[in-house]
Every structure is written in structure tokens, then in C-alpha cells.
């Protein structure tokens, strides 16, 4: 016995002959309770007052899962009644997901159905395509998918001869969520959005896309196997999500001064100010850099003439690209602590003595670890101040 709710997504109430219990799991000779499947929840309800909380498909039929285990027996007639409110949140959310679909049929190039899911409140849809999905085309598909909505577009269902629906090219086949479910099927259902969509689904759904309501595509995402997932609302989620987006950009516009249409050149102002100033303070950073380098005391050590002192304000990142410059006549190495989270210690050479060595003299003094080459390396995770480090490299040979 097969669920008779995808070709009856009308029918919420009926009367029944139970065909097995076992405990909690309950077989009936028909019904109208959707199972899980297809990336469609199962249908919420009750039978004789008792609240159906799973629907599963089985082996021997459509199990209904019971929130305790009834007094009825088989051969008894129950009463069944399925959740009114969430029946038709999921046959308005399924046909949404099908005209999205169809809306990135006509954005998208070479585009695939990859998986279908219906949440509580957001749906997904996983698209592949030869096309990035970017902003702008993510929300051209949900411009499509309301003017769907707002055509009031019929929907209608038939079975077709399996191997004739896989030749039809205009048939969306969900491989992922319909695997194994059509594979020895002799025909398949096929729905179809009226001059919009076409595909392979035994799913639930609305009889025209007006009932479906408005739609908002919310994010976009990557699960893998070169597919994009696009989540989105249907209903009073899609109204809320959209008036979030509003408030949003009115505030947005108002602290900009400008108004909403406005806010991509706001935005494209601001970001190129914001540069010019990354810009600016990179070059005072480097300037005042360099200026606490060149107040650096002159040290013998190592057989020759070093640069060694501490120097606040900068990582040994910043230190890389500088301490080369000092190096030449007659300084021999630079040596320069400071500190980045805990003290660190980074040595350039002009190749007599080995800055690696010097590294390593002071984490093992200290504590700490590091690495580098003979002309440059760097420690960190010292636990003492930055002028004991100073102290020790002043002192050395």
C-alpha cells in the first residue's frame, strides 16, 4: 500500500481499516499521510486522537509512527486527520522549489537538480550548472520565481512511461532525492508548472503557483560535489526575510545619507576611501617603523657590528621586508624584539653570522620556539619582557 497523498494533497480527513500494530507502528489498509521522502518531511496529524509523529515508507507499506501505542487492533476503523497547516507549508513549499528551478533554467546554463530539502522554515534547493550562481543572478531567480507566483500558473500532475519521461529533455530529474525511488518504477509521476517547469517529483503540491505566495531566496552556499545550494522561504518566513532586507537597507541609507537605490555607489565610495586610508596608514606604520630601527644602538657580537633593541608596535611580519635594508657597510646583523601576544625575537644577517643559530640561542635560553634560514629567522612565544631578550643579545659574543 503506497500513500495516496501526492495525488490527493486535498484529502486531510478519512476513515480507514487498521492493517497492522505493532506497538507504536501502525499499517493501514489506505492513506492519505505523506511519508518522508524526496526531501519532503512526513505529514503531521493524528488517528483516533492519537498524534502522528513519523510517517516512513516500509516493506510493507506506509508506517505511521504513534506518540504511544493505541487500543485499537487490526480490523478496527480509525479516524484519520492530517495537520491541515503544515500539509499545505510543504505542498506550497515543494512547488516553490520547482519554480525556483524553473527560474534558474533561464539564468543558468546546463542546469541539474542536485537535492531538494524542506525545513521548518527555509527551504533548499541544490543547483548545478555550467553558470556561477552569483548575487545578481540569485536574485534574478527570485525575481522569476514571484512573477511565477503572480502569473498564476496551473499545476498538474500525470504518470508518464518511465523510459519516455528520461528522453523528454524538458524533465527535471532529482538524481539525489529520487535515487532508487524510479530506478525499476515502470512510470513515473511528472509535474508540471504550465509553461514554466517540468519534472520527475512524488512529492505534494498546490494546483497553481498563486496559493504558493511570495518567495525569498535567502543565502547561497556550498555542499560539495560541484553543486550551489540556494536556501529560501515561502509564506510568512519569505514576508519577514524580506522586510528584515528593508529595515536593513533604510537604516544602511539613512546613516549613508543617501537613499536605498543609492547604496551601491555609497558603498563603492566608502570602500575605495577605506583603501586610500589602509593605504596611508601602511605607509606611516612603515615611516614610523623605520624610524624606531634607525634609533637601534650599535652592539659587537658574533664577530661583528649588530643593530639589536626592541621595537613596539610591530610584528615580526612587519619586521620581515625592513631589517634587510639595514644590513651592508659595516652592520653585520639586526636583531629586534618586541612583541605580538608574547615577546618574539627576529634576526637578519648579512650572511657571516647564522640568524637561525641566534633564534635558537635565545629559545633555548628563554623558552619559546622558532626557525628560519642563516640570513633570517624569527622566534616567538618568548616568556620573558622584550628588553631581557635585549639585554641577553647586547651581551653576547
Known amino acids: 500500500m503506497e500513500t495516496l497523498a501526492p495525488d490527493n494533497p486535498e484529502t486531510l480527513s478519512f476513515d480507514t481499516t487498521v492493517a497492522a500494530v ?69 505542498k506550497r513549499a515543494h512547488t516553490a522549489s520547482h519554480v525556483l528551478f524553473g527560474a534558474g533554467r533561464r539564468v543558468l546554463d546546463d542546469v541539474g537538480y542536485a537535492g ?33 507566483v503572480w502569473d498564476s500558473l496551473p499545476v498538474t500532475w500525470e504518470y508518464e512511461d518511465t523510459k519516455t519521461a528520461r528522453e523528454r529533455e524538458e524533465v527535471a530529474f532529482n538524481t539525489k532525492t529520487e535515487e532508487g525511488a524510479m530506478a525499476d518504477a515502470d512510470e513515473v509521476r511528472v509535474v508540471t508548472v504550465e509553461g514554466w517547469d517540468v519534472a520527475a517529483c512524488g ?27 540556494v536556501e529560501f522561504a515561502v509564506g510568512p518566513t519569505a514576508i519577514d526575510a524580506a522586510a528584515d532586507r528593508h529595515v536593513a537597507a533604510r537604516e544602511a541609507a539613512q546613516a549613508l545619507d543617501v537613499s536605498p537605490p543609492d547604496l551601491p555607489d555609497a558603498v563603492e565610495r566608502l570602500t575605495d576611501e577605506r583603501d586610500d586610508l589602509r593605504e596611508q596608514l601602511a605607509d606611516l606604520k612603515s615611516e614610523l617603523l623605520s624610524l624606531r630601527l634607525d634609533d637601534l644602538e650599535a652592539v659587537e657580537r658574533d664577530g661583528g657590528r649588530w643593530l639589536v633593541g626592541a621595537v613596539e608596535g610591530a610584528t615580526p611580519n612587519d619586521l620581515e621586508g ?76
Do not use: W
Open 22 to 90: 505493532d506497538g507504536r507502528e501502525v499499517l493501514l489498509h489506505e492513506t492519505y499521510f505523506y511519508p518522508e521522502g524526496g526531501g519532503q518531511p512526513a505529514d503531521r496529524g493524528v488517528i483516533d486522537d492519537l498524534p502522528v509523529v513519523d510517517v516512513q515508507k516500509s516493506s510493507a507499506g506506509v508506517a505511521h509512527t504513534l506518540a504511544e501505542e493505541p487500543e485499537f487492533e487490526k480490523g478496527d476503523t480509525v479516524h484519520c486527520v492530517v495537520d491541515a497547516a503544515f500539509r499545505t507549508y510543504c
Open 116 to 148: 531538494f530539502d524542506i525545513g521548518e522554515e527555509t527551504v533548499r534547493v541544490d543547483f548545478t550548472a555550467d553558470t556561477e550562481i552569483t548575487d545578481e543572478r540569485m536574485v534574478e531567480m527570485e525575481r522569476l520565481a514571484n512573477r511565477a
Open 203 to 229: 512529492g505534494t503540491h498546490v494546483a497553481n503557483t498563486q496559493e504558493i505566495g511570495p518567495i525569498s531566496v535567502l543565502e547561497r552556499s556550498n555542499p560539495g560535489e560541484g553543486a550551489t545550494r
Open 322 to 397: 625592513e631589517l634587510a635594508a639595514y644590513l651592508g657597510d659595516d652592520i653585520d646583523g639586526v636583531a629586534v624584539t618586541g612583541t605580538s601576544g608574547e615577546t618574539f625575537v627576529v634576526v637578519a644577517t648579512a650572511g657571516d653570522a647564522d640568524a637561525n643559530a641566534v633564534v635558537q640561542d635565545v629559545t633555548g635560553e628563554f623558552g619559546g620556539g622558532g626557525g628560519g634560514s642563516p640570513t633570517f629567522a624569527q622566534g616567538g612565544g618568548i616568556p620573558v619582557p622584550p628588553l631581557e631578550v635585549v639585554g641577553y643579545l647586547r651581551n653576547g659574543d
